[in-house]
C-alpha cells in the first residue's frame, strides 16, 4: 500500500484510522492463523511456538487500539473487504493461508515446509510493509500537522509523538522475531521428526 504525501489533515486523518482499523483485524487474524497451526502442529515445541507468536499478535492489536485511542481515533466498525485492499499483500495472504491450515488435520514438516514461506513473508510485511513504510510515515506527516493548531498544543502532542514512535518500534521489532521464530520452528519440527524416526527403527 501506497499513502500520498500532500494529504491534507482531514484526509490523513481518515486514512490513519482505516489503517490503524485494519492493523487490528490484520493482527486478530495473523493471531488467529498461529492458534490454528498450533493446534494442528504434531511437534509440541514448534506447536508452543506458534502459541507465543498467535499471543504477542493479539498483543499487537491491543497496541493498535492503544494507538487509536491515544490519537483520538474512531474504532468504529471494520470492513473486510476494505482492509483485505488496504493491507495487500499481506491480508490476502493472511486469509488464504487461514483456508489452507483449516483443512489441514495435523501439520508436520512437509505440511510446515509448504507454509513457511508464506508465514516468512507475512511477517516480513507486516513489519517493514505495513507499520515501516506505510504507517509510521502516516503517523509522523499527521502528528506534524496536528502540532501546528495552537490547541493541539495543549494536548501534549510532543509526548504522545514519542509514545506512538516507540510502540510502533517495539512492535515492528516483535515482527522481526516472529519472521525468526517461524525459522527456527521449522527446524525443530525436521529434528524431532528425525528423532522419532530414529527410535522407531532401532525399535525394529
Request: one cysteine or more.
Amino acid at each position: 500500500m501506497e499513502v500520498r504525501e500532500d494529504l491534507s489533515l482531514e484526509e490523513g486523518l481518515k486514512v490513519l484510522e482505516e489503517l490503524l482499523r485494519c492493523s487490528v483485524w490484520l493482527e486478530e487474524r495473523t493471531a488467529d492463523l498461529y492458534d490454528s497451526i498450533s493446534s494442528r502442529m504434531r511437534v509440541d515445541e514448534a506447536a508452543s511456538i506458534m502459541k507465543v507468536i498467535a499471543a504477542q499478535s493479539r498483543a499487537h492489536a491491543e497496541t493498535m487500539r492503544a494507538l487509536m485511542k491515544l490519537l483520538k481515533v474512531d474504532d468504529g466498525a471494520l470492513n473486510e473487504e476494505v482492509c483485505l485492499k488496504l493491507t495487500k499483500p499481506v491480508g490476502p495472504v493472511t486469509k488464504k493461508l487461514l483456508e489452507d491450515v483449516d483443512v489441514l488435520r495435523a501439520v508436520g514438516s512437509k505440511e510446515f515446509g509448504e507454509v513457511l514461506e508464506d508465514l516468512r513473508f507475512l511477517e516480513s510485511g507486516i513489519g517493514e510493509e505495513t507499520y515501516m513504510r506505510v504507517l509510521q510515515p502516516l503517523l509522523k506527516s499527521v502528528l506534524i500537522e496536528l502540532k501546528k493548531d495552537v490547541l493541539s498544543r495543549c494536548a501534549a502532542w510532543d509526548v504522545k509523538e514519542l509514545i506512538v514512535n516507540e510502540l510502533i518500534k517495539d512492535v515492528v521489532r516483535q515482527e522481526a522475531l516472529h519472521e525468526l521464530l517461524v525459522r527456527k520452528a521449522s527446524k525443530v519440527i525436521e529434528v524431532e521428526e528425525r528423532r522419532k524416526d530414529c527410535e522407531e527403527a532401532l525399535k525394529k
